[in-house]
């Protein structure tokens, strides 16, 4: 789909003239039609904000400090295929904050500056234990990984 037709429609949609139930225009400018029939449509469905909202708050009693967004932030990347960027990821931490009641605040670059204090978190979370990280960090990923695996089979 082109620059020009993806610009008509997001605006015939932001006007309220076109309603289309499965359109989908991601805050990157990506827009496409999901098939929620396939697993990939599945996963964009359901990997929601709400979600990620509903599982923090499931696991923050692990949580030591802001800086366990890293930890967060790890798992969503490389279990869940999160795209988003790290201060996508705080700002919406940071509005999930206010919905979910959540114990701790997300600033403006706490993710950077984590991982520039742990270069652990540059590896995959599955190597983790191999590498001797933090159990902590291991156990808050394992937590939160089922906790948002949960979130996700009830949409199912």
Excluded at 89 to 102: D, H, K, M, P
Aim: charged content about 20%; glycine content about 4%.
């Amino acid at each position: 789909m082109n620059d020009e037709l993806k610009m008509r429609l997001f605006q015939a949609i932001a006007s309220g003239g076109l309603r289309v139930t499965n359109l989908i225009l991601e805050n990157t400018g990506s827009l496409y039609f999901n098939d929620y029939g396939t697993a990939e449509g599945q996963r964009r469905q359901v990997l929601s904000r709400e979600a990620i909202g509903r599982a923090v708050k499931a696991v923050q009693d692990q949580f030591w400090g802001n800086s366990s967004y890293a930890i967060i932030f790890c798992a969503l990347r490389d279990c869940f295929d999160y795209t988003e960027n790290a201060s996508l990821f705080e700002s919406t931490i940071n509005e999930l904050q206010q919905e979910y009641a959540l114990d701790y605040a997300c600033p403006q670059n706490t993710i950077y500056s984590t991982f520039h204090n742990n270069t652990y978190l540059q590896l995959p979370v599955d190597k983790w234990e191999a590498n001797h990280v933090k159990p902590r960090s291991v156990l808050l990923v394992k937590a939160f990984r089922t906790a948002l695996e949960r979130e996700l089979d009830s949409f199912r």
